[in-house]
């Protein structure tokens, strides 16, 4: 153990595992158990209280929302890059946006879209090509990574992933104190939105999209929730809608409606 944490008891931990899964439907294994210490221990700290049972009690006290939100952001794996697993862009541009309807705009929604890079990336690729309208919902549980994604603001090496002549067209090269980060351009800001949503609750109003981004989220949930989640997601699919989950992912046994179009791509009938 490191210094500086505090130990976590069996019981403890069971309290911690039972919290994440019914509030976020993360299910969190033994192997997780030093996660949760290191990444709880400070909040532990700068609330004074001295030990995880006491944590916990205070999270789950009535109007302590704010630090339960805070438990939930710090218990989250929010790794995440431009252009991550770049063939389904490829299949996007090539295979979807030709015959995309456009008399109407094309919805995408990211679900799980952590601080944004996925979101930010279709932008990019529908500006370059698409022909009609366009908008982005990106979503996550976390709210200190929708900060982030709002904000649009990057350190300048998560660039490497996104090509030169995109960078050049749709990102603001940060100069003076914001030097070494850069800034989505506005034309592509305007066209995404981002909103909170925990996908292992019944969802808000969101409409329709044509195609629906789930990727690196369902390696958290058990199979009852993977499949709760991805039936939610699912109703907001148009028919001909396509549903696409990471490359490590796969729908097998989650879902009897979507049809498999190539591995990790699935299509609604
Ligand atoms: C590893 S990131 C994936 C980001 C992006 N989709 C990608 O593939 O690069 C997983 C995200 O899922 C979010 N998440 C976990 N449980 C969630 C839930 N129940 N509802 C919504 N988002 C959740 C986390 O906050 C995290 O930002």
Known sequence: MHEGLLSLSDREFSLFQRLIFERAGISMG???????????????????????????????????EGELQQAVDLLTTNETYFFREPKHFDFLREQILPKANTTRPLRIWSAACSSGEEVYTLAMVLAEHHAGAWEI?????????????????????????????????????????????????????????????????????VGEFDVIFLRNV?????????????????????????FIVSHSESLNGVTEILRVVSPSIYRKP
């Open 218 to 242: 369902m390696i958290y949930f058990d199979m009852a929730t993977k499949r709760e989640v991805v039936e939610r997601l699912v109703a907001q699919l148009r028919p001909g809608g396509y």
């Open 137 to 205: 919902l990106g979503s996550d549980i976390s709210q200190r990574v929708l900060a982030q994604a709002r904000s649009a603001h990057y350190p300048i090496d998560r660039a490497e992933d996104i090509a030169p002549a995109l960078l050049k067209k749709y990102c603001l090269k940060g100069i003076g104190a914001q030097q070494g980060s850069f800034l989505v351009d506005k034309p592509l800001r305007s066209k995404v939105r981002f909103e909170s949503i925990n996908l292992n609750e019944p969802l808000p109003r």
């Open 30 to 64: 033994p192997a997780k158990r030093a996660l949760i210490a290191g990444r709880l221990t400070k909040r532990l700290k700068a609330l004074g209280l001295g030990s995880f049972a006491d944590y916990h009690a205070y999270l789950t006290q009535r109007g302590n």
